[in-house]
């Protein structure tokens, strides 16, 4: 996973509610956030990718020492690109 595709998902998330007018300026809130208070947004964005690695240390430990050992390595490729995505 690269870095955009984090920064779209998260995006997404923060817009899925819809855009914020404000007089006659219409604003994404995560444009709000990312203008207004970057420190926020980057928490917002690292904690995005604390989940997801979350999600995947969890799906690791919970494997049968059946499966593959290439769907192990693959669990462990995903955290460490995640882990490159924090900003």
Do not use: W
Not at 41 to 46: F, L
Request: aromatic share 6%; charged share 30%; net charge negative.
């Amino acid at each position: 996973m690269k870095h955009h595709d984090i920064i779209d998902m998260v995006n997404d998330l923060l817009d899925e509610q819809g855009e914020v007018t404000i007089g006659n300026l219409t604003f994404y809130p995560s444009q709000i956030l990312k203008q207004c208070d970057p420190i926020a947004y980057r928490i917002t964005v690292n904690e995005y990718i604390d989940n997801m690695i979350a999600d995947l240390e969890y799906d690791l430990e919970r494997l049968d020492t059946d499966i593959d050992g290439d769907e192990i390595q693959d669990i462990k490729d995903n955290i460490a690109e995640l882990e490159d995505c924090y900003i």
